[in-house]
């Protein structure tokens, strides 16, 4: 019975104690649950405790992390969340935290539980809006609002263990740029003391990039991507690549398709693998080169296709405006290939080869369209060489030295172009000169050697310059060439040679343009006024005055003055077939000419004029810094035809006058204040022929033969006078008339505004000179009539006024109404009858 209760009551308790255990199971899983959800609300809401957070950043601290937490929390999708995280620098001068992040998501596991000191740790991290600081010279100089005071997103998977920390896959987008990067950094085994100066030094320089690339204007976020390995240990490898990629890249109002790049560090050595700006028409800039910083070498290679708008889009402001202040233009293509180095990377710069395949510049009045030129700078010593262009649309080449320590210079240049820039480049006094020359047709032929020692002043030019189809201040020239050399302000043109229309000017000129002077002794065929025009331009001159016809033949040498004509001193010879002054028409002229200070002299000169011949001499001033123009003339006049010379002058119907006139002028004037205002001299004057007919003693002679009709034959054959010039006016007191049965002495004055005023005193025969020696006779036999007929011809004492064309003739003894009627036509007379007119 016994042993049957034991079997029936044992699985009755044993179900009873499962039970109990099962529930009490239930019970504590429900507890933990219950306790783990509790602990989840609590970090989700509450976070983890005060005091534990304050534990962690102590240790975070201790172990040299400068870093403050508020609080962490836990969130459900993206792990914990630390809030108000700062991250301070080593530095005390530092107020404000590196970092600073209002939520910091943090996913963080060991890679091996055990041990736990020792094991890698993997992290990812996330947050938003974090302030950056990096140190003072960040703060004075970025803004609140500036984009690298904020990273708008932070991404990155971390993998960390005492000795590395490794970043995959970190992405930032910081200051409208994406940063990818993935990397290892090794610790190293001891902590190595800090550097003050190299901390401060890298503070500024980011500072300064932060500006740089907050200048820059994208389309798109532009992309940059690195892969790094830092090690410990410096003498390990290093390894740094990085590249970047953007589009739409505004600059300085320019807009560039494309920029992208490769960079890479391997230890001590950093290479540009490609730096490449493209526009969309696929022209662009790329670059290439390294630097060891082992011997502090540095080698850069550039390739250009870019227009010059787009390549000075690159440049800093700063040098664009040294581009412009030196007057440099450049326009159109810019296509070069360069070589920088390899030396020191401070001497870049001065370590240069270039090869220009297409440059399009302007300076002043050059225009290179296009040129093209090998390049060399080494140090200070600069060459082109293989210079080819298009200078202001003519050929050119040559080759240019430079020394940039001493500033010397030398060029060798040849070619068909202006020479407008070889006045510009030698400063105002060559630069005058040229420019008196145009070359409307092609430019002319010129090789030339220029060189400048660096000293002021000390230009030097020699070659050669030859030109078709040229003007030389307006004087057209169908050929002109010349050698020339020019240094201290003084231009020599050795075998100088200019022809036009079978005219040529040839010899050598020396110019001083500082003291404007020109010495010369050549051959001439142009007319004086256009040499005269040619050394001075729109200055006044007498010689504007003189016109010539047929081959001018000339010769001369000595010095001009052409800057106020005062410092003359030259001798030359001067013939020509035809010259005409003031209306007069000589043949045959020939001249002794010279200046001396600022006269210009006419000596020894004959020439046929009226069908007679002049000899003489003349002086004109060409002073040109005052308002006179004085001139003087000394002339003697043999056997002019009358008949010429009152055509030449006169305006009235053709007379039959007859005769040759002989006259002596010495006179001084000045032409500026105008002849009869300023003539002062004297001379003679003796006529032969048939006069009576002569306009100004026509009434003379109708007074006669209306006075006395028994002398109808009378008629005036001679002329003679001496006169002064003076007070504006001719004055004679010894002007005789000689007729066949009359004569008459007059005296008086004329003068260009008071017109004639003489007295004129008749006399019986003739009572002029006359060199035969019977006719002292006649003389005494006149004389003797002039007594008895003394009161007869006291009468025929006549007054001449009015003009040379319209002169006025009146009996001085007799009524003004009769002297008035006797000079009527003597068929108008009562009584009279109309005669046939004299025989001849």
Known sequence: MKNKQK?????????????????LLRLAGFALTFILLLALFHL?????????????????????????????????????????????????????????????YLHIWPEDWTPISRTEWRLSIYSKKVAVSLGLPWEKALEETHPFRTIDRLRAHLRINPSRLTIDNAEINWGGYILRADGRVAFPDK??????????????????????????????PPEISIDFNLPANPQKRTTLNASFFASGFHRQGRLYDQISGAFSLL???????????????GEHLIASGYYEQSNNIAHLKLKNTLPHA?????????????????????????????????????QLLEQVQAQVHNLQITRNDLTLDPVRFKFVRNGDQLKLTELSALANGGPLAGEIDLNLSTRAWHTSLQGAVKPGPIGTLTGRGLQTFIKRFTFPNAPPSISAELSHSGVKGSLRLDGTISGHGLTCAGIPLDYCATTMAYSNRVLVLTGFRADHAEKNFSGDIEIDFARKLAEFDVVNEFPPHQIAQALAPNRPTILNEFTFKGPIISKGRGQVDYSGGTNHHFDGVFTTEGVSFAGLNANLFHSDISGRGSELIFSNTSMQLFDGAVEGGATFDLQFNDDTSPCRLDIDATELNLTEILQHFSTSKPSTTKGRLSATVDLRADTAAGFWASVRGQGEVEVEGQLHDLPVLGGFSRLIRTTLPGFSLFSITSLYSKYDLHDGALHTDNLELGGTLLSARAHGNFSSERGLDFIVQAEPLRQTREHKKWYQLHLWGADALKQTTAPLFRLLEFRLTGTLEKPSWRLVNLPKELSTLLQKPTSLLPGKKTHPPEKQ
């Open 7 to 23: 079997r029936s009551n044992s699985p009755k308790l044993s179900g009873r104690f499962g039970k109990g255990i099962l529930h």
């Open 44 to 104: 989700f809401t509450l976070g983890i405790p005060a005091s534990l957070t304050r534990s962690i950043t102590e240790k975070l601290q201790k172990s040299g992390i400068p870093l403050h937490i508020e609080s962490i929390s836990l969130s459900p999708h993206r792990g914990w969340v630390l809030h108000n995280v700062q991250l301070y620098s080593t530095c005390a001068d530092d107020l404000k935290p590196l970092l600073q992040a209002d939520k910091l």
């Open 191 to 220: 902590k190595q003391p800090a550097n003050p100066a190299r901390y401060s030094s890298l503070q500024t320089r980011a500072t300064e990039a932060a500006e740089i690339l907050a200048g820059l204007t994208f389309d798109t």
């Open 267 to 281: 230890d001590s050595s950093a290479k540009i693998d490609s730096l490449m700006i493209r526009l969309q028409n």
């Open 310 to 346: 787009d390549l000075l889009g690159l440049l800093p402001k700063g040098i664009t405006g040294k581009i412009a202040q030196a007057g440099l233009q450049p326009f159109g293509a810019m296509e070069f290939d360069a070589t920088l180095g390899p030396c020191p990377p401070a």
